[in-house]
């Protein structure tokens, strides 16, 4: 007889689901300052189930794809796949994403129960290109010519609402610039 194994998520498993959201606000670099863009965004977390590291570490795990289109013409301009992972016997979420600019983020940070406002869900991660537990990794031309030097995010999870805010530090163009994005999501499925 087959059991239907049931996972904890930990304060992940209000994100599995469909999402959607159209109050997104980019500051991105340009080479004459910065450019602001308004965008609509669809983000889906599925389940991918327990993982064992070996033979101790035991996570659980979801994957996502974010799509990102330009409000004004509905064009994507950025696309982004990963994993959320709950380290519950560490108290820590790991989040590892990729861009398709070639680089890769694997961000941490340690959760822990505290008291909600309104079955809020706050989540921090964190990553630095010099840190050696949560690092960057990029290509040799994005080293040299758009450096991803730190990374953070936020996400608000409060039922069917989902809110983030994050802050990609870059060395650009010649100076340190902090490129951030924002969005307000609701569930769809
Ligand atoms: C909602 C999420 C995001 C949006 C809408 C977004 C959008 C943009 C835009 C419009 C640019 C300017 C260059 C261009 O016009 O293509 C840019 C540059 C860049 N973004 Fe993002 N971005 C997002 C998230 C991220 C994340 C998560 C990372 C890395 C962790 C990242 C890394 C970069 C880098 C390295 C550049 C510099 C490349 C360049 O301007 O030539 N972005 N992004």
């Known amino acids: 007889m087959s059991q239907t194994i049931q996972i904890d998520y930990g304060p992940l498993t209000g994100l599995i689901g469909d999402w959607h959201g159209q109050k997104g606000v980019d500051i991105a670099p340009d080479p004459d300052g910065e450019?602001?863009?308004?965008?609509?965004?669809?983000?889906?977390?599925?389940?991918?189930?327990?993982?064992?590291?070996?033979?101790?570490?035991?996570?659980?795990?979801?994957?996502?794809?974010?799509?990102?289109?330009?409000l004004a013409n509905d064009k994507v301009f950025h696309d982004e796949t990963g994993y959320w992972i709950w380290d519950a016997d560490r108290e820590t979420i790991m989040h590892s994403l990729q861009i398709p600019r070639a680089v890769s983020v694997m961000a941490g940070g340690i959760w822990r129960q505290t008291v909600q406002k309104?079955?809020?869900?706050?989540?921090?991660?964190?990553?630095?290109?010099?840190?050696?537990?949560?690092?960057?990794?990029?290509?040799?031309?994005?080293?040299?010519?758009?450096?991803?030097?730190?990374?953070?995010?936020?996400l608000i999870i409060a039922d069917d609402r989902l809110s983030y805010t994050q802050t990609t530090v870059l060395d650009i163009?010649?100076?340190?610039?902090?490129?951030?994005?924002?969005?307000?999501?609701?569930?769809?499925?």
């Open 35 to 70: 450019e602001k863009n308004l965008y609509y965004e669809s983000l889906a977390f599925t389940e991918v189930g327990e993982v064992v590291n070996a033979e101790t570490q035991k996570l659980a795990v979801l994957r996502y794809q974010q799509k990102v289109h330009h």
């Open 118 to 154: 309104q079955n809020e869900i706050v989540i921090n991660v964190a990553a630095r290109a010099d840190d050696q537990d949560w690092g960057i990794i990029q290509s040799p031309f994005m080293r040299d010519n758009a450096k991803t030097e730190e990374f953070n995010r936020q």
């Open 173 to 189: 163009y010649g100076k340190q610039f902090k490129h951030t994005d924002q969005n307000e999501l609701q569930r769809t499925l």
